[in-house]
T-cell receptor, first 111, second 114 residues
Framework: DAKTTQPNSMESNEEEPVHLPCNHS???????IHWYRQLPSQGPEYVIH?????VNNRMASLAIAEDRKSSTLILHRATLRDAAVYYC????????????WGLGTSLAVNP | DAGITQSPRYKITETGRQVTLMCHQT?????MFWYRQDLGHGLRLIYY???????DKGEVPDGYVVSRSKTENFPLTLESATRSQTSVYFC?????????????FGPGTRLTVT
């Protein structure tokens, strides 16, 4: 299984962009890169995923390096509700759809 | 209510007792999962199920039993609870047919074994 490295914690100010990095240098060519987040006292929720191209959705953008060894989750305008732990997870649907979780990045958003 | 629900939300039990945590989803997703979350660890997969009557072990299955007689339910049983099983348990589901590879999580059950 591919390993990921994320900062333990990051801090941002409200309404500013946030760039959450993830290193996944051992990712295989068929692994998608998934991002989930977990708000305090809640279950994780899906944020975004991608394979090679950059991706956008209503929650965030995902920028994937050309060599796929790293990716960055971009929150364009952080809100207080974005304070959560963000997990970067390589995902291979062929591996019985198992997600292998690390410790993620705890994001604090200052008002 | 639509979605994925877990019950109970909180449970305190004694060492040696049998405990069953319930998980119910309304979408008819084929895949369901049980994870536990402890301080210092990411979520760890206990068991998963690809369909009714098909289950398999995850990363930390010892001391747990699952069943899935109906697509929408995936109960997790601790046959003889131990203090090391004190944790927050999350159930999740996924529908491969959607093509989004997104897992949907329940709100969690906080279990304390005394």
């Amino acid at each position: 299984d591919a390993k990921t490295t994320q900062p333990n914690s990051m801090e941002s100010n409200e309404e500013e962009p946030v760039h959450l990095p993830c290193n996944h240098s051992t990712i295989s060519g068929t692994d998608y890169i998934h991002w989930y987040r977990q708000l305090p006292s809640q279950g994780p929720e899906y944020v975004i995923h991608g394979l090679t191209s950059n991706v956008n959705n209503r929650m965030a953008s995902l920028a994937i390096a050309e060599d796929r060894k790293s990716s960055t989750l971009i929150l364009h305008r952080a809100t207080l509700r974005d304070a959560a732990v963000y997990y970067c997870i390589p995902y291979n649907a062929g591996n019985n759809r198992k997600l292998i979780w690390g410790l993620g990045t705890s994001l604090a958003v200052n008002p | 209510d639509a979605g994925i629900t877990q019950s109970p939300r909180y449970k305190i039990t004694e060492t040696g007792r049998q405990v069953t945590l319930m998980c119910h989803q309304t979408w008819s997703h084929s895949y369901m999962f049980w994870y536990r979350q402890d301080l210092g660890h990411g979520l760890r997969l206990i068991y998963y199920s690809a369909a009714a009557d098909i289950t398999d072990k995850g990363e930390v299955p010892d001391g747990y039993v699952v069943s899935r007689s109906k697509t929408e339910n995936f109960p997790l049983t601790l046959e003889s609870a131990t203090r090391s099983q004190t944790s927050v348990y999350f159930c999740a589901s996924e529908d491969p047919g959607l093509g989004s590879y997104e897992q949907y999580f329940g709100p969690g059950t906080r279990l304390t074994v005394t």
